[in-house]
């Protein structure tokens, strides 16, 4: 089984509803994260949790909230989206070493397309 | 803003021959990570080099990097066609923003059989 999954895999809605992407892993990570994938932008870091009382806002965090319900199990809502959040989701996950962010797994994404 | 930048942004080479990518980046680093993404898939990790490192090496993958210079290279040697992916630098930053990681806009490489 995988370590780090993501449901839905594909999602197509529209403009105005509410969408929850959901991550879970069984690496035991304390670190979670998530980053939206634009064609020719690379990742973007959307937000990020250290533990489940610390989450952390990243470089687009807007029109996005998160919930970080257990150690294992972080999600990513959009209020009311919007075409322009038409992208690729991750989740990722990583270890804290030495006080250095180290390697993050990442889940398999979700496609996200906002008519 | 990126922190990392790949270059080239596309590469094609023939089975067999060396592929050469590099990264540069702008501010201190504590480490520096390379990922690899099949299409539409999740990214997978390579290599980490850290700050006190020149010079990496993991099966087929050899990373190096120059800190003077802020910049990196992966070169995979000997390429196959299953090396064909986009390749990602990824900057861990040192001092305080050592949270997180910024990715680079990544290299599409082909490996044509």
């Known amino acids: 089984d995988a370590d780090v999954t993501q449901t839905p895999r594909n999602r197509i809605t529209k403009t105005g509803k509410r969408i929850m992407l959901e991550c879970s892993q069984t690496?035991?990570?304390?670190?979670m994260y998530w980053y939206r994938q634009d064609p020719g932008l690379g990742l973007r870091l959307i937000y990020y949790?250290?533990?489940?009382?610390?989450?952390n806002k990243g470089e687009i965090s807007d029109g996005y909230s998160v919930s970080r319900q257990a150690q294992a199990k972080f999600s990513l809502s959009l209020e009311s989206a919007i075409p322009n959040q038409t992208a690729l989701y991750f989740c990722?996950?990583?270890?804290?070493?030495?006080?250095?962010?180290?390697?993050?797994?990442f889940g398999p994404g979700t496609r996200l397309t906002v008519l | 803003s990126q922190q990392g930048e790949e270059d080239p942004q596309a590469l094609s080479i023939q089975e067999g021959e060396n592929a050469t990518m590099n990264c540069s980046y702008k501010t201190s680093i504590n480490n520096l990570q390379w990922y690899r993404q099949n299409s539409g898939r999740g990214l997978v990790h390579l290599i980490l080099?850290?700050?006190?490192?020149r010079e990496k090496h993991s099966g087929r993958l050899r990373v190096t990097l120059d800190t003077s210079k802020k910049s990196s290279s992966l070169l995979i040697t000997a390429s196959r066609a299953a090396d064909t992916a986009s390749y990602f630098c990824?900057?861990?930053?040192?001092?305080?923003?050592?949270?997180?990681?910024?990715f680079g806009k990544g290299t599409l490489l082909t490996v044509n059989p």
């Open positions: 690496k035991g990570h304390d670190r």
């Open positions: 990722a996950t990583s270890d804290l070493q030495l006080g250095v962010t180290d390697t993050q797994y």
């Open positions: 080099i850290r700050s006190n490192e």
């Open positions: 990824a900057t861990a930053r040192s001092g305080g923003s050592n949270y997180k990681l910024t």
């Open positions: 949790s250290f533990d489940v009382k610390d989450i």
